[in-house]
């Protein structure tokens, strides 16, 4: 069965912090990716991978920061969080390009 | 225009019916379609992709037309499981592939 891991379902951390969330996925998909999922808003890409070590701007990548050294771990760093980083923040990965995505269950991320 | 435009209800239909929404695109040059539903709290997951010739599974029809580019999901029978959040996906193939969502639409079945 293919799976999605995120490390983290809840986390609380306050403004200035460095924030990491880390995504590994074990179906050996070269495409991985992370959004965020606000209410009214939709899912929105912030950056993408489509192979170790390479890395992609999606549509709103500022304040964020991204890490692929192995082909399963995609990982999504807050330099320094702030309160509008406040949401929830899926992992995704698929095999080509623009097939099926699988999410992993979700970081909900609070800035305090 | 908005790349994926889906109406954001919410739907509230009562047990047993039928309900349909639709999905527009923007960009003629999209290839492959998707509907992925996603439950309070939950991450999305595909629901179903979407042929050209159309395509059934069970109690979903999914419909492409590509001359009034938009997808439409039909649902029979409803059950109060079938509540949830529907996203569509609309894949554009070219020289900068790009996976596009819509916002969703919520359905709630009612009792």
């Known amino acids: 069965d293919v799976k999605v891991t995120q490390s983290s379902r809840y986390l609380v951390k306050r403004t200035g912090e460095k924030v990491f969330l880390e995504c590994v996925q074990d179906?050996?998909?070269?495409?991985m990716f992370w959004y965020r999922q606000d209410p009214g808003l939709g899912l929105r890409l912030i950056y993408f991978?489509?192979?170790?070590?390479?890395?992609e701007k999606g549509d709103i990548p500022e304040g964020y920061s991204v890490s692929r050294e192995k082909k399963e771990r995609f990982s999504l760093i807050l330099e320094s969080a702030s309160t509008n980083q406040t949401s929830m923040y899926l992992c995704?990965?698929?095999?080509?390009?623009?097939?099926?995505?699988?999410f992993g269950e979700g970081s909900r991320l609070t800035v305090l | 225009r908005k790349e994926v435009e889906q109406d954001p209800g919410p739907f509230n239909v009562p047990e047993g019916a039928t309900v349909a929404f639709n999905c527009t695109y923007s960009?003629?040059?999209?290839?492959?379609f998707f509907w992925y539903r996603q439950d309070c709290r939950k991450e999305p997951k595909l629901l179903m992709s979407?042929?050209?010739s159309g395509n059934e599974d069970g109690r979903f029809t999914a419909q492409l037309n590509r001359a009034s580019q938009y997808i439409s999901l039909l649902i029979r029978d409803s059950k109060l499981s079938d509540s949830a959040t529907y996203l569509c996906?609309?894949?554009?193939?070219?020289?900068?592939?790009?996976?596009?969502f819509g916002k969703g639409t919520r359905l709630h079945i009612l009792p």
């Open positions: 995704a990965s698929t095999q080509a390009r623009t097939g099926e995505l699988f």
């Open positions: 960009n003629s040059a999209s290839q492959s």
């Open positions: 996906v609309v894949n554009k193939i070219g020289r900068d592939d790009k996976i596009i």
């Open positions: 179906m050996d998909h070269e495409n």
């Open positions: 991978s489509y192979d170790v070590k390479m890395k």
């Open positions: 979407v042929y050209s």
